[in-house]
């Protein structure tokens, strides 16, 4: 079994490593991913280089880097700035042009992939004496503050938002073609830098 190396942000068992994890086996279920979640966005920034080469050395066929734009960390604005400086690192770690390394900037934050799809969030939320119909969130990569909303809605039905647990029941939910995330830029581009040749 081929093996995948992705670099997040958050801790180890965050929400960010379980979701990846889960959505890296549904598209790849023939390879193993190694997730390396780095705290902050600063520190991803300034250890990427190291660890994705710690995983290319390990054994992984190939790296994705993977964070969320918002929140700046007192930065200029943008994922043009994030991508420079992701780059900048990986120049020095001697990966600038390595053919299996690929960078997924998720547009605002990784709740934004949890608010897309309608559908998974009503599973999530009904129970048998409670169904709930919630649907899609337009435009859902401009939202600037996608967990907040998602906090929201969880509180309309009773329920406060947990993120260890209720992030990937909602990933679980969503349904095989990946409906409304499916659609989303960020999320294509995670799709493609696990599967096209490199």
Not at 30 to 46: F, N, S, V
Request: positive net charge.
């Amino acid at each position: 079994m081929s093996m995948i190396g992705i670099i997040c942000e958050a801790g180890l068992g965050s929400e960010d490593e379980q979701v990846l994890r889960y959505l890296a086996g549904r598209i790849r279920p023939d390879a193993t991913a190694m997730i390396r979640p780095l705290g902050r966005k600063p520190d991803l920034i300034a250890q990427c280089g190291q660890v994705a080469q710690a995983l290319f050395d390990s054994g992984c066929e190939r790296v994705l880097v993977v964070w969320d734009v918002f929140p700046r960390w007192g930065r200029p604005d943008g994922e043009e700035q994030d991508i420079a400086d992701i780059r900048s690192i990986l120049t020095q770690a001697g990966l600038a042009d390595h053919p299996c390394l690929f960078l997924v900037a998720i547009q605002a934050e990784l709740e934004a992939w949890l608010l897309a799809d309608g559908s998974a969030l009503s599973a999530t939320l009904s129970r048998p004496t409670h169904p709930v119909n919630i649907g899609h969130t337009r435009n859902v990569e401009h939202n600037t503050n996608p967990k907040k909303r998602l906090e929201s809605i969880f509180g309309q039905h009773g329920r406060t938002y947990t993120p260890k647990t209720d992030a990937l029941a909602i990933i679980r939910h969503v349904p095989a073609n990946f409906g409304m995330l499916g659609k989303l830029r960020a999320f294509k581009k995670l799709g493609r830098s696990l599967t096209q040749v490199c």
